[in-house]
């Protein structure tokens, strides 16, 4: 399964290759040229039959981790966090590095934790990665400062139709673009898989000033926190609803015209989909539509419970309705909205 | 001074991202008086007003803050999203109007501790008798802002989003009062000011300006208790020197002092230390534009009930006038 090979592959913020590779064997069949560019991105171009609009479909190919910035005297590695909530870290089994050493995140036996250390939280600081070395000559030959390191997850089918797996933000969005690829469409399509989202919409933003669309369509995963003790307003999307529309974030507000435009070809095939009910969290949109002379977007999502987490969860059924949405939004309504 | 088109101006509904009544209204304005007068992809109104020289971008924001339903719950009460530097103490108890013409008055949940309250323990009441019946009136995604009447009193004007239909009113009528230009002129009416300059962003690449020339409110530094600041409610025009989003280019500030000096219009400096304005977007637009701001002290703002002098409405306008008529040493 395409998403279990992306998922299990690392792509840390500047360090996507691995998840790159395995997009360009994909895709290379099915699209009239691929390039890479200084910073990485990948952007493929297929081109359609008619010349109006030009569509590009953006995902990220980066996902959250950590980064190591010390080597100690005992062996052990110190990192800092790319958007990783500290307290998830403890007993984390992950992968440093381009070889893929393995390691733990170490921390104290609770039979030797003290009655306040045991009520409190580990802070980062107090941290460190254990590859099983001794001394920082032996752990210097296997690693670097700098390296990434990555969650390890087994990509695991559970429940009723869900997926637990790490990197769902954003492989599922790259996995959906892929399948588009996969159509016969009529339009030119440029399709964009960036680097170094969750460092701050990177690779997003120097892609943007050149890009030449005419709407851009941003696929991602995102929030959802629908369990018990969230009140039903604060639970921003609910698994299995359906693909999730952006309407605002910290990064755009995704313009009325466009989004009604989507929503109606939801409504009238009726593919389900609901809203994204938060103003808060970031996509590539904000680059899009801010880059150049501006290019309007849609923002549109798989929910995801755990996000920025190893076992993030999906349904599967939101994914393919969200493949079906954009498909049906190319066919039926892209032309009308934003056609020349 | 039209008074009435100003007023006009704010009660009209444009949170960011959904500014096209406010455009549709300054178009009608403007039209007659501009060579070309279009709608950019994120909402910009573009008007270009030919003339010689350097070619100098004016730049207004027509959105103002602003809220956006993001749920609604089963007793048929509203959550929703902050659009812009939106704070709870200026929301709550408040009236809104959406472009539908309905009315949602902003509540709070009970608190055990009044100290609790922030944002998301808001909500909006529209009046509805439960879920049904509010999904009829309203959906996700619809916007709203403070449905204050606009009003002149005494010596001021009160009303929300003065933020930045005054520095759209100020760019109009110095367009109407102008009897010559020393630039090659585009007037912006920018959209998504308010979420971070992005209108500005996208309109300065296109009209690839030598100049930048922003209108603004700042704040009036002379209320109870506020932290001393240079800008003052009736001290006429207000040349901005920086705030978060630009240092404004000596060129500029020297040429707007030069002709508030000649002309003998009342004017003053004004520092803000948090804020920014559509200069902040232009300045580092492509290689770089000398920008510069005209402000407005106001009281209030980003409430209900933002107030400036009419005094200073007029200094600005005159300023402005000068400032486009007078070549740039």
């Known amino acids: ?340 | 001074m039209n008074l009435e088109l100003l007023k006009k101006l704010c009660a009209a509904n444009g949170v960011s991202g959904h500014e096209e009544s406010i455009a549709a209204l300054i178009k009608d304005e403007i039209k007659d008086l501009t060579d070309d007068c279009k709608t950019d992809a994120l909402g910009n109104l573009i008007a270009h007003k030919k003339g010689p020289g350097k070619k100098m971008m004016l730049a207004g924001h027509m959105d103002q803050i602003g809220l956006m339903v993001s749920h609604i719950d089963k007793d048929g009460f509203l959550r929703f999203a902050s659009i812009g530097g939106n704070s709870h103490h200026y929301l709550m108890a408040q009236r809104f109007v959406f472009p539908s013409g309905l009315i949602g008055v902003v509540s709070c949940e009970r608190l055990d501790d009044p100290k609790d309250m922030a944002i998301d323990k808001l909500y909006i009441d529209i009046g509805a008798k439960d879920q049904e019946d509010a999904m009829k009136q309203v959906k996700v995604g619809d916007v709203c802002v403070f449905a204050t009447t606009p009003v002149v009193s005494g010596n001021v004007f009160i009303t929300p989003a003065l933020d930045d239909r005054i520095g759209c009113f100020i760019m109009i009528e110095a367009l109407k009062r102008l009897k010559k230009q020393a630039f090659d002129l585009y007037f912006v009416f920018t959209s998504q000011e308010e979420v971070g300059l992005r209108g500005a962003t996208t309109a300065a690449y296109s009209v690839e300006p030598d100049y930048g020339l922003a209108f603004d409110v700042t704040i009036s530094a002379d209320t109870p208790k506020i932290r001393p600041l240079p800008s003052k409610m009736y001290g006429g025009a207000a040349i901005k020197l920086k705030d978060r989003s630009l240092l404004c280019h000596p060129t500029i500030i020297a040429h707007l002092e030069s002709c508030a000096k000649k002309s003998k219009i009342k004017h003053q400096y004004e520092i803000l230390e948090m804020g920014g304005t559509d200069s902040g977007a232009i300045h580092i637009s492509r290689g770089g534009v000398p920008s510069g701001v005209i402000s407005i002290a106001s009281r209030h703002i980003h409430t209900a009930n933002e107030m400036c002098a009419l005094s200073d409405i007029e200094d600005c306008i005159e300023l402005t006038v000068k400032a486009l008529e007078t070549k740039i040493d």
């Open chain 1, 1 to 340: 399964m395409l998403l279990e090979k992306l998922t299990t592959a690392c792509g840390l913020p500047g360090f996507e290759d691995e998840v790159r590779e395995i997009i360009e064997a994909e895709i290379k069949d099915h699209v009239d040229s691929t390039k890479v560019d200084r910073m990485g991105n990948l952007i493929a171009y297929k081109k359609g039959k008619k010349k109006s609009p030009h569509i590009a479909l953006s995902a990220h190919m980066d996902e959250v981790g950590l980064c190591i910035i010390g080597i100690e005297r005992d062996g052990t590695l110190k990192f800092a966090s790319w958007g990783v909530d500290a307290r998830i870290l403890p007993s984390m089994h992950v992968l440093v590095g381009k070889d893929k050493i393995p390691g733990v995140v170490g921390n104290k036996p609770i039979h030797l934790q003290r009655e306040a250390e045991r009520r409190s939280v580990y802070e980062l600081e107090a941290m460190y990665i254990d590859i099983g070395c001794e001394t920082k000559e032996e752990a210097e030959k296997l690693v670097s400062k700098g390296d990434f390191v990555a969650f390890v997850s087994e990509f695991t089918e559970f429940g009723e139709n869900l997926i637990k797996a790490k990197a769902l933000d954003d492989r599922v969005g790259c996995t959906a673009i892929i399948e588009l690829l996969k159509e016969e469409l009529p339009y030119s399509i440029t399709a964009i898989f960036c680097v170094q989202e969750e460092a701050g919409l990177r690779g997003s933003a120097m892609l943007a000033k050149r890009l030449e669309a005419d709407i851009v369509i941003n696929i991602e995963g995102t929030i959802c926190a629908d369990m018990d003790g969230i009140d039903e307003d604060k639970q921003v999307t609910n698994l299995g609803a359906g693909p999730c529309l952006s309407l605002l974030d910290r990064s755009s507000v995704y313009q009325k015209k466009y989004l009604q435009a989507i929503v109606k070809v939801a409504e009238d095939e009726g593919i389900p989909f609901q809203y994204r009910r938060s103003g808060m969290g970031g996509t590539d949109s904000g680059s899009y539509h801010t880059g150049g002379a501006g290019i309007p977007c849609i923002g549109i999502a798989v929910p995801c419970r755990y996000i920025h987490s190893p076992v993030s969860v999906m349904h599967k059924s939101d994914m393919e309705n969200l493949i079906k949405l954009v498909k049906a939004f190319i066919l039926n309504g892209a032309e009308r909205v934003a056609g020349k």
